[in-house]
């Protein structure tokens, strides 16, 4: 098999786009900004998907499902969040199609079938859940509300790519309804670490926990709370927001309790959510020039065995093997798959599982068997070794572990290498362009002076990490006084 | 608790809305003909769901995902497929909008952002999966595609009901492609029978597999096959479809693949789906006046503890007890809830969990305790049994296997009652009146005796039972000959 990646050093952008599509992924389709996700890329999804819901239920939370569409007047009623979505929104205006008269066999809108509301394809659901929350909750008794809910979602985004940006995408979204302030700060923070945990414990991506700035806030809530990774290019990506909504929902849609003292009070709200734009973020942690690296808690193979066989009547001994194998593989709960099409060469299988990312790869040929080994190749660090077959599926188990904690090693130390602390514009600007990565400075906390920045030098603050340290400084764009430093990035 | 459903007898289409919304299974949304779902009744969904992916699985297929919206010139290729869905169709025709310059803090819709092509939400998604599979098949070694998708899907119905037909609800689409028309043909009817295997032993509703007729047949199908269930008022309703496409949709959409001769020849499909629906299904054959009857094997709950507490020293003995037994029923996987609240009394719990369905109610005192037994009562029969605590787990997950057989035995006994062979057109209409059920009579074979039966009597052909046996009679309304007898019924 032939190179098939643009490599990184040459074009990451490219290198990217070849990765999700010769990697089977996802791929283009025929509507604008919308992506299929193909097979494979599903089975990664499912299994993160999996995990997530795994741990939303531990942490007390129930899943439901609320419409695809919000009546306009419902989407207006909080209206910073309207604000903020209203210009990406598709929206139904019509329920109907009839044959076209000026256009045989051709269908057009039917001009009759108007609805008299028109409905806004869902790019988030607080206005639609909050509604319904209305009829939900009436006491205390009735809080807390812990419900998520994975659904798609659309956003008119004008540029769009595989996985970072689609215009219609997978998510989940959890929405909460508490009785105070504490209680919905809390369950906030908890669902940050519960993203934060997933993230580096499965996915093996290091993120820095953090607040962000007021310009960066989704729009309708007091607090974001987010956890941004960064990418190989030095690019920052955002990979999870937990929302603290205050009572801005509550009051938008009318959603009061009485108290145990009998008070009506308006109830506290969160919300949270993590897209496919993680797979994305999965990609550009970890992946090489010669196709994908998956950490072996998510990838949906774990272990390829690739047989190598010598004429004939090698494949019935080899099979043999392999079955003892994949059924002691089996028996650890190990994914595997084997491999014995001959319709290609093992060369061009290696390459391929190589793509395709698969942590483990095994071969062996009848040489291998006289000795009772297999040859054994990490799909990380691409080291070969020979092991015995007896206990083999324990290696394997093991050396799984070892993967999936050494890729994320080798993330971490990438991404604590690449946070500089910068003190003058000129190095800010400097560190920017030669070598990106996170920038930790000081900043005068104004909007004005983040949109500056922004607008010199395409960095956002991407967040305020929690528990960050207090120390004095001055601005690195006025000179102003600051009281902490900031992490800056170029970001996706 | 006082009565809290309307009665069967008094109002079947009351009592199943009564105990939708107040089983907490659904609820009405603020959008025309939306519903959503709750966490009780998605948490049975999950269930259904999981086990359902699991056979989908186990017969070969994967997982993808395709976009929520076709382009209409997609959607009028397959003609149809097209004409059968136009006329219930959300469709987008804008993605912005803007500020109400003449009602402030209102929205509208942005004339200058109208999309150059109306796109249609889906109503089922052939056409933009058959667009992206052109770019999928080339040779034979492409195929089979075996693809499922867990997705919502829009039908603009005029009249709609909770579960059974909403204009937005949950399902999978299967979307397969096949180098021949007998592998079609065997996935067709293999995945049928995933459909029965699943509603009978799952949701433990018997039904009959057979094939539609032209006029009931899904728009674009060459054949559709299907699953009839029949409910307690005697209407029957159609748990699921299994689609025999042709090469309808490779023609419409140009899919051809190399054949191993070198050839260029157009591929074969199906599609099959089952949706939300089925949740209306699962209430209407097996719930009674008091609430939900659900199977065991899809109950969210299986057993459900209610102390009773006599003064506050019997709370920690009883409690411990239930921590044992807790234990106990988790070693065997059984999903099981403790309810040691004290804002209500034991009786309410009692109706409450009625209401739910939950099939097993352990109840225990500190009497009991003292004896070493608990009082075991089953939702299907309410019968109530004293049994000891020793060894209570293994009788609890026998008596969940007895109660799964028991429901489905009770459906099948009653559903077998309730097909009427019928020979006259008075006794057809007789029977249709008084009795209901399938009805099982002479058809000449023509959509034109079909349609005016329907306009008569409401009833339709149901389905032509596979394997059905083949006798000479003469067609109840016509009198003309026939070969076979067919399944009529008025239907969901």
Partial sequence: MSKVLTSRSEDYSQWYNDLVIKGELADYSAVRGCMVIKPYGFALWENMRDQLDKMFKATGHVNAYFPLFVPKSLFEAEEKNAEGFAKECAIVTHYRLKADPNNKGKLMVDPEAKLEEELVVRPTSEAIIWNTYKNWIQSYRDLPILVNQWANVVRWEMRTRLFLRTAEFLWQEGHTAHATKEEAIEETTKMLDVYAEFVEHYMAVPVVKGVKTESERFAGAEDTYC???????????????????????????????????????????????????????????????????????????????????????????????????????????????????????????????????????????????????????????????????????????????????????????????????????????????????????HWDGTSETEEKIKEKTKATIRCIPLNNTQEEGKCILTGNPSKQRVLFARAY
């Fill in 227 to 441: 956890i941004e990774a960064l990418m190989q290019d030095g690019k920052a990506l955002q990979a999870g927001t937990s929302h603290f909504l205050g009572q801005n929902f509550a009051k938008a849609f009318e959603v009061q309790y009485l108290t145990k003292e009998n008070k009506q009070e308006y109830v506290w709200a969160t919300s949270w959510g993590v897209s496919t734009r993680l797979i994305g973020a999965l990609i550009m942690a970890h992946s090489d020039d010669q196709g994908l690296i998956l950490p072996p808690r998510i990838a949906p193979t774990q272990v390829v065995i690739v047989p190598i066989y010598k004429g004939e009547e090698s494949k019935p001994v080899i099979d043999g093997k392999v079955k003892e194998i994949t059924q002691s593989l089996s028996a650890l709960g190990i994914r595997h798959k084997y491999d014995n099409s001959d319709q290609v060469r093992p060369g061009w299988k290696f390459a391929e599982y190589e793509l395709k990312g698969i942590p483990v790869r095994i071969a062996l040929g009848l040489r291998d068997l006289e000795n009772n080994v297999v040859e054994i190749a990490r799909r990380d660090t691409g080291e070969k070794t020979t092991v015995s077959i007896d206990n083999l599926a324990n290696h394997i188990s093991q050396l799984l572990e070892e993967i999936q904690q050494s890729i994320f090693e080798k993330a971490l130390s990438f991404r604590n290498n690449n946070i500089r602390k910068v003190d003058t514009w000129d190095e800010f600007v400097q560190t920017l362009d030669e070598k990106a990565g996170f920038i930790s400075a």
